[in-house]
């Protein structure tokens, strides 16, 4: 069974603080995802990474970035939290087309 | 960008009663993908459909992706309180990642 990790489930942060999210898959999937969940929204693409050290910008990359140092893991950094970045974070992985889910990070910013 | 459209946004139906959502784009997808999120978890894809009028049955579920690959549908046959959840269509890039519609929330008054 494909398993990607999130390294919290819930996360409460202040406003202009450095935020880490960590995601971890086991299944040595090449591409890795960032998604936010907003109701109403659906899942918006923030960034995602092919391989390793590589990233590319989804449909919202403001105010985010990326880190993938290692296949199995790849992170998402808030450089300074703002309110407007509370949401549900969700990472998945891919070999090819089907998209596995970690069970998210419901993020608030303060 | 593509967008993909997804009515309903909610539907409430009394368990056993039949349930419908709809996908529809402006340009022709390559693919449609199916995704459940159960009320508290995370996105677990269904199903994929790639030629055009392609019909696809899991038990009560009934997948059809359109003659011209612009519309899609998911039809649920008798709900249970089991199909609880939002159901999210989604095209899949040539580019590894995958457009999201907005998802339909499903609730069933048992």
């Known amino acids: 069974d494909v398993k990607v990790t999130q390294s919290s489930r819930y996360l409460v942060k202040r406003t202009g603080e450095k935020v880490f999210l960590e995601c971890v898959q086991d299944?040595?999937?090449?591409?890795m995802f960032w998604y936010r969940q907003d109701p109403g929204l659906g899942l918006r693409l923030i960034y995602f990474?092919?391989?390793?050290?590589?990233?590319e910008k989804g449909d919202i990359p403001e105010g985010y970035s990326v880190s993938r140092e290692k296949k199995e893991r790849f992170s998402l950094i808030l450089e300074s939290a703002s309110t407007n970045q509370t949401s549900m974070y969700l990472c998945?992985?891919?070999?090819?087309?089907?998209?596995?889910f970690g069970p998210g990070t419901r993020l608030t910013v303060t | 960008g593509q967008q993909v459209m997804q009515i309903p946004q909610y539907q409430h139906v009394q368990e056993g009663e039949d349930f419908t959502t709809y996908c529809n784009s402006s340009?022709?997808?390559?693919?449609i993908q199916w995704y459940k999120q159960r009320p508290g978890g995370h996105p677990v894809f269904l199903i994929q459909l790639v030629k055009s009028g392609e019909v696809k049955k899991q038990k009560r579920l009934t997948f059809q992706f359109g003659e011209a690959k612009k519309n899609s549908s998911l039809h649920i046959t008798a709900t249970q309180t089991t199909d609880v959840g939002t159901y999210f269509c989604?095209?899949?890039?040539?580019?590894?990642?995958?457009?999201f519609g907005s998802g339909t929330r499903l609730s069933i008054r048992p």
């Open positions: 998945a992985s891919s070999a090819k087309y089907e998209q596995y």
């Open positions: 990474s092919y391989d390793v050290k590589m990233k």
């Open positions: 340009t022709t997808l390559s693919n």
């Open positions: 989604a095209e899949y890039s040539s580019a590894s990642k995958i457009i």
């Open positions: 299944m040595d999937h090449e591409n």
